[in-house]
């Protein structure tokens, strides 16, 4: 299955220089480097060592985007989400995983500032049932859509994963965030590890812990106490709040400047194969 999958990203691995190393354009189809799994380094500057991808017998799961290569994770996310989908594929229903990370972690050119060390990963909202589930070929086109509210589906997805003890935190659209907030759906402890942040209005973003025996692993600092639904959350509908607009050579210059500043035990990122 492994070998099946790296097949394919081969064929959709597409090139693009942009006057940057000559690696980038294969980061989608380099494999993982050996030894012990291990997440060196923080969220938004590491890398990952020993990555693990799905073995692809796991049930109510479905990969998509394929063709960017981050399908790969730390074991304890790989464990997870493998239990993510067991749970729901019980009423016959499939969730869409999105970004992990690449096969070596570090940073990537376009779409996250964070999923560098095995920890992330984006699950879509979209939930599919045995009716609705796309094949391989469209989930590779299929763009997700923004969904209008949170149903029954969407919240029993966050609280799997926020009732689960290695996961640190969840972000989500702040204007879900405050529906939350006012549903009184979640619980406290459910709440506190929800984070509002641009954008994730058709998926969360879950982030776990660092492994206890993983000490290169540096821990975000931890979240503030209480709910979320103060101040904070006001923030977030200001106008400040809303310019985000990056321009590409904003974007290469932060990857490039990233590469430079990676741990020492991330030599390995930069080795083409």
């Known amino acids: 299955m492994k070998n099946f999958i790296l097949l394919i990203v081969f064929l959709f691995t597409m090139s693009c220089s942009h006057n940057l190393p000559d690696f980038t354009s294969r980061l989608s189809s380099r494999l993982p480097t050996e030894g012990k799994p291990e997440a060196i380094g923080e969220f938004s500057l590491g890398c990952l060592q020993g990555g693990q991808t799905f073995n692809g017998k796991e049930k109510g799961l479905l990969l998509s985007q394929m063709k960017r290569g981050r399908y790969w994770g730390h074991p304890d996310l790989i464990n997870i989400l493998t239990r993510a989908g067991a749970e729901f594929d019980k009423e016959n229903k499939t969730l869409i995983i999105g970004d992990l990370s690449q096969s070596r972690g570090g940073p990537s050119l376009t779409g996250h500032n964070s999923h560098q060390t095995g920890l992330d990963v984006d699950v879509w909202f979209k939930i599919l049932t045995d009716k609705t589930k796309p094949s391989f070929y469209v989930m590779e ?9 949170l149903g029954s589906d969407q919240i029993k997805l966050i609280k799997f994963f926020a009732d689960d003890s290695s996961v640190e935190r969840i972000f989500i659209n702040p204007a879900f965030k405050k529906t939350l907030c006012t549903s009184k759906k979640l619980t406290a ?28 692993c540096v821990s975000q600092n931890a979240i503030p106490a209480g709910d979320g639904c103060g101040d904070e959350l006001n923030w977030w509908f200001s106008d400040e709040a809303k310019d985000t607009d990056s321009s590409w050579t ?19 990122y930069n080795e083409t194969f």
């Open 141 to 149: 086109t299929e763009e997700m859509k923004p969904i209008a509210e």
């Open 189 to 216: 402890d459910e709440q506190h590890k929800m984070r509002a942040w641009w954008g994730h209005d058709d998926h969360i973003h879950v982030r776990l812990k660092c492994p206890a025996d993983n000490p290169s």
């Open 250 to 268: 904003d974007m290469k210059n932060v990857y490039l400047d990233k590469i430079k500043k990676l741990p020492p035990q991330c030599s390995f």
